[in-house]
């Protein structure tokens, strides 16, 4: 999965790099972003991406991470909580038929999702790279150097 954005600061072989939250996929939140659960009310986010190419502050490049671990954590995200949710509610309806049981269940499994999230935050590294400048291959492709993105000073 591949982002527009532009780099901020340069540090040795890595940069920090500016990029829109809504840009590629889905406004609001991304999976890119690096907090997994964002309450910023931000349109953009910075990451330190590995700049393989030693393009310069100011520059507009594209940031790649592996799709395995974009689809990963839109699992984590999106998913997960939705499963366990669904297997604490048929476990509870199994054991017993009280509806109050069932909702106390839901409530507990969604705040443990929560927790979970949380934590998990905090153990992903995400490994941004920078492989391209951006004006030289988005011609075409929705993450155009042309389109609504643009970065305030």
């Known amino acids: ?19 829109g939250k809504g840009a590629s996929c889905g406004e609001g939140r991304c999976p890119l972003s690096t907090p997994l659960i964002d309450d910023s009310q931000s349109q953009f986010y910075v990451v330190k991406a590995y700049n393989e190419l030693g393009a310069s502050p100011g520059d507009k490049v ?6 395995n671990v974009a689809l990963g954590i839109a699992f984590l995200i999106y998913i997960f909580p939705i499963l366990l ?16 049981y069932h ?7 969604i705040i443990i999702s929560l927790f979970i999230l949380k934590k998990e ?4 590294q995400l490994n941004y790279r920078i492989t391209d400048f951006a004006d030289s291959t988005c011609q ?14």
Request: charged residues 20%.
């Open 85 to 100: 949710t669904l297997f604490v509610y048929l476990f509870l309806s199994y054991l017993t038929s009280l509806a109050l």
């Open 140 to 153: 075409r492709c929705s993450l155009s150097p042309d389109s609504t993105l643009s970065f305030p000073e």
């Open 103 to 109: 909702y106390l269940g839901v409530a507990a499994s």
């Open 62 to 67: 594209l940031v790649e991470i592996k799709d």
């Open 1 to 19: 999965m591949k982002k527009i954005g532009q780099i901020l600061k340069s540090e040795g072989k890595y940069s920090w790099v500016k990029m």
């Open 121 to 124: 935050d905090q153990k992903i």
